[in-house]
């Protein structure tokens, strides 16, 4: 029977991707097989960094490498943004871009003997670029409106230590921050209507899964496309009429209290949401119910104003600072974390220094610090006055030993009380005994004392911070 693998790179947009790929194969009976033995492995890429461009040529060695009879079929951001050259890599077959990736599996299945001999394009799905060799499927991203959406887990089947499903319901950005090479690989901002939503949670719930992420390029955005196709249906309808099925707006919030209205999932985790995206309306509601997270994921880039208007990022500092406070002011115990770059071009050291103070100053818990990465076509890669290796490599270990500090300060308010959280199917041994591994409602690691079933909810009592985990047993 023949198999195939799939292995994702980056984002969590990327691994949903890779689920919905995984189904499309299941769907015409293929079979999932490690990579050292798949017939067909699928690389769906990623290109948000130079580094992240380097992983998948590394992958696509190793493959050809361990499974020199693999057919290699690149995949992804990266497949998007630079198809000739993944081509041109030792190893490749097929070069398949966001662009075509809903079509991936009919583009791969369509030979002239079932995974024998050369690819044989549909007529319909003929390569973009000629290259007989290596067909390339490669389109304009910003005229394609797929979206692919299937939860990272099968419904039904916790998978290891797969307790947590992440579902993406947007994809796409209509932002253009000048260091981001994301839109012109992943195009417009689109939105999975609301009643698939709801579709998906139900199934997951059905399937045992207590806890869900939601998850997007440009999460809070979710709706504004839904919100434009609405009204042009509108005007197609005539004067006065709504079309079927649309009651109301659709706008993020909107599609929350959907989810906790007419699903019973117990746990609603939300992503990454911009700073202007987070209204008060958001906030209130992540706060009153207790079947929200308590986790804020707030993206901030620089804490200077300068460096914010170079990357052509929509808000400032004091708006920032404002949107932190009142999710702090609402939730007190949420976990708060932020996106932070350093290094971009003509940072200076004072702006750092700015940046530094800011997020030394505001209530974060965490924080994932990245070194600019110049990305080819975007804006920044460009500019002038690019800043030394060396200086952001510095830059960046200033802020992530500050995000230390700062987690840890968190984290040690919290023993000796209690704390909501969920076990996974993850066991680890230490010198006092076996732990089971959990994460906190507000998004802190648990090593809970004992062996737990996996995916329920429990209440326990920390009793110490050991390596930016907390060390508890089951509260009484």
Not at 96 to 118: C, F, M, T
Not at 328 to 355: K, L, Q, Y
Request: glycine residues 6%.
């Amino acid at each position: 029977m023949p198999t195939f693998h799939v292995e994702n790179f980056g984002c969590r947009a990327t691994q949903a991707d890779g689920a919905a790929l995984e189904r499309q194969f299941q769907s015409r009976g293929l079979v999932p097989a490690a990579s050292e033995h798949a017939d067909v492995v699928i690389l769906n890429s990623c290109t948000v960094t130079r580094s992240a461009d380097q992983d998948a040529r590394a992958a696509i060695r190793r493959v050809r490498r361990k499974n020199p009879q693999a057919r290699i079929v690149v995949t992804g951001c990266y497949a998007q943004r630079a198809p000739e050259e993944v081509a041109a890599l030792p190893g490749v077959a097929c070069v398949v871009g966001n662009s075509h990736k809903h079509q991936l599996a009919e583009i791969v299945l369509q030979r002239s003997a079932p995974l024998a001999g050369e690819f044989v394009p549909l007529s319909a799905l003929a390569p973009t670029v000629a290259n007989h060799q290596h067909p390339l499927f490669v389109s304009d991203i910003f005229a394609h409106t797929e979206l692919l959406a299937a939860p990272v887990f099968e419904s039904g089947d916790t998978c290891g230590d797969r307790t947590r499903p992440n579902l993406k319901v947007q994809d796409g950005c209509d932002n253009r921050c000048s260091f981001c090479v994301i839109p012109s690989v992943r195009g417009h901002s689109r939105s999975l209507p609301e009643v698939e939503v709801v579709q998906q949670v139900r199934a997951l719930v059905a399937g045992g899964f207590r806890e869900l992420v939601i998850s997007g390029i440009n999460l809070g955005r979710w709706g504004r496309d839904l919100q434009t196709s609405s009204r042009l249906r509108s005007v197609s309808a005539g004067a006065g009429r709504r079309p079927a099925g649309l009651s109301r707006k659709a706008n993020f919030v909107a599609l929350i209290r959907t989810i906790l209205a007419e699903t019973e999932l117990e746990k609603l985790r939300i992503s990454s949401v911009e700073p202007m995206d987070w209204t008060d309306e958001l906030i209130a509601l992540v706060a009153e119910s207790p079947r929200i997270a308590r986790h804020a994921h707030v993206p901030l880039q620089s804490g200077s104003d300068a460096v914010l208007r170079r990357m052509h990022r929509k808000y400032r500092p004091w708006h920032y600072r404002e949107k932190l406070d009142k999710i702090r002011g609402a939730m007190p115990t949420a976990a708060i974390g932020a996106d932070v770059m350093v290094g971009f071009p003509g940072e200076t050291d004072s702006e750092f220094e700015v940046t530094r103070r800011f997020i030394e100053e505001l209530p974060f818990t965490y924080l994932h610090v990245f070194t600019y990465s110049a990305r080819p076509g975007t804006p920044a890669a460009a500019m002038a006055n690019q800043v030394p290796a060396h200086v952001a490599r510095e830059r960046n270990k200033i802020l992530r030993d500050l995000a230390t500090q700062k987690k840890h300060a968190f984290m040690q308010s919290f023993v000796g009380s209690g704390v909501e959280a969920i076990t996974l199917n993850l066991f680890h041994e230490r010198e006092t005994g076996v732990f089971t591994e959990a994460l906190t409602d507000n998004y802190q690691k648990l090593f809970l004392a004992g062996r737990h079933t996996p995916n329920r909810w429990i209440t326990a009592r920390p009793y110490a911070v050991s390596d930016g985990a907390f060390l508890g047993c089951v509260a009484s």
